[in-house]
């Protein structure tokens, strides 16, 4: 289960910051001719914010896979043609939802309050929920034990 989180860790962590990558090359294009504008510089610290959150992100997600896989799955390696629990691909599942959730809203709350001077709300909800999914997941395995065997005499 580990090598299947490391690899699922690592293609978190590419998607980041390759989906902000290529969402930023068009935008620098656009502003490449009005560098000169008096206003740019708030917007540039408010780009770099916004951009630099995610790709940054995705680099640590891909160099640290191996130790989040570790401390995911408390250091027990189970045999090669062992069956994989599913609670375990619940747990591992959460935790990189978790992840993309906290990395991806990270920089719009940045932006939002470098910008404004305002608190984004629904961007603070959504990392506080990404938070709580990462480090809370005994309570959304237990969750989903319940709901799994919901209506089953056991």
Known sequence: MKPFSILLIRLLGLYLFLKTLFAVVPALALLGPNAAEPGVGRLLLIYVATVGGPMLGGVLLWCFAGRLAERLHGGVEADAGARIADEDLVRAGTFLIGVYLV????????????????????????????????????????????????????
């Open 103 to 154: 990395v991806r809203h990270v920089g719009m709350l940045v932006a939002a309050y470098t910008g404004a001077g305002a608190v984004a709300y629904d961007a603070l909800f959504v990392v506080l929920a990404g938070l709580g999914m990462m480090l809370g997941g005994g309570s959304l395995l237990a969750l989903y034990r319940r709901l799994k065997y919901l209506g089953v005499d056991r």
